[in-house]
């Protein structure tokens, strides 16, 4: 037998996993991953003048978003359930737009900084759980403007499949909690896109030949302009020399190996979205990124942060 194709039954088996978030009850799952895992609080809910999510408005859109040199915005949708919102969406187009980026007949499909290629890969009853939920959120009027031209795209991006994300090396120790920190950090949430150089403009979006290399520039106001970092196993330019226990304090507390802060956009710490993964989530997490295969790519991140 293949490999690969034998490893299929193992990966649908451990994808889920039996730790405390996978047994939630629908709802309850669907809220632990908007908010923890896929992280879309980080785009879809506004922020004041200090960078605090504004909890009335929580998942009510986002205007300008993104901004392009010329000024034009990327706006993140409102998910609420007001008639602004997804109130008129059926579940069905709520799904496709999650995890195709497909919208309804007669509307232009999403932007990829919309990350649907990647959450392409969610199981339907993940899905299932993140419509469900969504359908709880209190509604909130707030019409957000159409993007702007420079962020139109004739059609949507190429779903990233799972043959192309990498798995666990051969003789991992922990090889099933490295499969399931794979779904969590590659298929479902956001770790992948983030930590691989993208290609805009190219139907796939991202440079598959360094997925969770690094290299991803984020313009988020600073002074210096945050550079994602290399996540695989090489010792010289990656995280080969850390630990899992390392990879669960940046997830959770936002502190790296020398006790220093992790620049935004990375969504760690108390304040972060994956400061609120359970335990046994950030270790599966850690656990696969501690069995990724060695990729060198030399990172040139200056960028500096002192712990939350």
């Not at 999650?98 to 649907?116: C, F, T």
Request: glycine residues 10%.
């Amino acid at each position: 037998m293949n490999a690969r194709v034998g490893l299929i039954p193992l990966m649908l088996a451990v994808a889920c996993g039996d730790d405390e978030s996978a047994g939630m009850p629908p709802v309850e799952r669907g809220q632990y991953l908007v908010n923890s895992v896929a992280a879309c609080t980080d785009c879809h809910t506004p922020r004041d003048a200090s960078g605090t999510p504004i909890a009335e408005k929580y998942l009510a859109g986002t205007e300008c978003f993104v901004q392009s040199p010329n000024g034009s915005c990327l706006n993140a949708l409102n998910l609420t359930n007001h008639e602004t919102g997804l109130l008129d969406r059926t579940d069905a187009q709520i799904a496709s737009m999650i995890r195709d980026g497909i919208r309804p007949a007669g509307e232009k499909p999403l932007s990829p900084v919309m990350p649907y290629y990647v959450y392409h890969n969610m199981s339907d009853q993940d899905l299932d759980a993140v419509v469900a939920y969504l359908r709880t959120v209190p509604p909130v009027d707030n019409a957000i403007a159409q993007s702007g031209p420079e962020f139109e795209v004739p059609a949507a991006a190429n779903a990233l499949y799972p043959s192309l994300i990498p798995l666990p090396m051969d003789g991992y120790p922990d090889r099933e909690a490295a499969l399931r920190g794979r779904y969590l950090a590659g298929e479902i949430g956001v770790c992948l896109e983030c930590h691989t150089r993208h290609i805009m403009g190219d139907p796939k979006v991202l440079d598959y030949d360094g997925i969770f290399a690094g290299g991803e520039p984020f313009a988020v106001g600073l002074p210096v302009t945050p550079i994602s970092s290399n996540l695989t196993s090489d010792a010289q330019t990656g995280l080969g020399d850390w630990v899992v226990e390392g990879i669960v304090q940046v997830l959770l507390q936002g502190i790296d190996d020398e006790g220093q802060g992790i620049c935004p956009p990375m969504p760690v710490g108390p304040m972060g979205a994956f400061g609120g993964l359970t335990p046994a989530d950030a270790t599966d997490i850690a656990h696969y990124i501690k069995s990724l295969p060695p990729i060198a790519n030399a990172i040139d991140d200056t960028c500096t942060s002192t712990p939350m």
